[in-house]
């Protein structure tokens, strides 16, 4: 099974850019990797997700290795709301669907 | 607009008793999916159900039985509660069962507490 790897916990201080790594050393071609993340009390919810190239969306950038067995989520200015726990994953096959398998994830906290 | 809702939002109830817990989604989506989340916090897929039809079963006891009236519901249903149970389920909904790109979207959670 392709899994992930990731930091327990990060610190950030507010407005300061926060680079959250994650390592998929046995990522295949075609499985993308998908970020999400579990504020305090709710569900978990989605952030960026990408296969080869960098991405950016309205709430993260997503650096991804030219090997692909590593990638980095982005948060540019990192703010209270932010503190949560961020989740790499791998899209696994799984019979006839593809399913999210999580790990551990990253407890980010962001200091004010 | 609530696009993944779940009731009861809190639960409590003894051992050995059946309880259901309600999803419904208003995102027109075809499949959607039940996760247990533990006291140590890790989330686990237990089903998906896409237009009606079961696609994953992970390795749930019997006990567990999700029901999908209609593509926009998924209720899961458990009986003979056991003190293990005692955790927060969370439904989500995708537009496809195969898409590697496809996003889940996840309801607000159920914590379920078995005295």
């Known amino acids: 099974d392709a899994k992930t790897t990731q930091p327990n916990s990060m610190e950030s201080n507010e407005e300061e850019p926060v680079h959250l790594p994650c390592n998929h050393s046995t990522i295949s071609g075609t499985d993308y990797i998908h970020w999400y993340r579990q504020l305090p009390s709710q569900g978990p919810e989605y952030v960026i997700h990408?296969?080869?190239s960098n991405v950016n969306n309205r709430m993260a950038s997503l650096a991804i290795a030219e090997d692909r067995k590593s990638s980095t989520l982005i948060l540019h200015r990192a703010t209270l709301r932010d503190a949560a726990v961020y989740y790499c994953?791998?899209?696994?096959?799984?019979?006839?669907?593809?399913?999210?398998?999580f790990g551990s994830g990253t407890q980010l906290t962001v200091l004010p | 607009d609530t696009a993944v809702s779940q009731t009861p939002k809190y639960l409590v109830t003894q051992m050995g008793n059946d309880k259901s817990i309600k999803c419904e989604q208003n995102l027109g989506h075809d499949t959607m999916y039940w996760y247990k989340q533990d006291s140590k916090k890790f989330l686990k897929i237990m089903f998906s159900?896409?237009?009606?039809?079961?696609?994953i079963n992970e390795t749930v006891p019997n006990r567990f039985s999700p029901k999908s009236p209609d593509k926009a519901h998924l209720n899961l249903h458990i009986n003979s509660l056991e003190l293990g149970d005692s955790a927060v389920y969370f439904c989500a909904s995708s537009p496809h069962p195969a898409s590697s790109t496809d996003t889940q979207y996840f309801g607000p959670g159920t914590r379920l507490t078995v005295l």
């Open positions: 159900y896409n237009n009606k039809e079961l696609i």
């Open positions: 990408g296969l080869t």
């Open positions: 994953i791998l899209s696994l096959f799984s019979g006839s669907a593809r399913q999210l398998t």
